[in-house]
């Protein structure tokens, strides 16, 4: 498939649904929260760059896309009030990105 086909291609399945990406504030990370953007879907991520996330946020617009800082080392502080809980995404699909046991328990 050429690559233009492949960067116009529609997934209406992603239209609406919320996504959570780890680390998506640059990089491969930043790459994933843009084309899930772009189809629509609701993304959070977290990061610990706090720069590069705000810009990738006023970028895409904040009606899409939820910045919100986050170690993921710190497990204690990413389950408590202080940072994404899972509960807050329970039609969430996760790809390989996703921190550890965010997703359990959700289809
Ligand atoms: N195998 C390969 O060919 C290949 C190619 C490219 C990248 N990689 C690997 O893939 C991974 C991702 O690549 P990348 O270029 O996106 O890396 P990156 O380091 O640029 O991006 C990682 C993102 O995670 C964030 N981050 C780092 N520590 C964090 C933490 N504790 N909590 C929350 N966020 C944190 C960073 O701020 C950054 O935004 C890296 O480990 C890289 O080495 C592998």
Redesign the pocket.
């Known amino acids: 498939m050429a690559q233009a086909q492949v960067e116009q291609a529609r997934y209406p399945d992603l239209e609406g649904r919320s996504v959570f990406v780890?680390?998506?504030?640059?990089?491969?990370?930043?790459?994933i929260v843009a084309a899930f953007a772009a189809q629509g879907a609701r993304v959070s991520f977290?990061?610990?760059?706090d720069d590069?996330?705000h810009v990738l946020v006023s970028r895409l617009g904040a009606e899409r896309v939820r910045y919100q800082?986050?170690?993921?080392?710190?497990i204690a502080a990413f389950r408590g009030a202080g940072c994404v809980r899972p509960a807050q995404y329970p039609r969430e699909q996760c790809g390989a990105?996703r921190?550890p046991r965010a997703c359990r328990g959700h289809a």
Not at 22 to 31: E, L, M, V
Not at 46 to 49: E, L, S, V
Request: charged share 25%; hydrophobic share 30%; proline share 8%.
């Open positions: 780890s680390g998506g504030g640059s990089g491969i990370g930043a790459a977290i990061d610990i760059a590069p996330s800082r986050c170690d993921v080392r710190d990105r921190p």
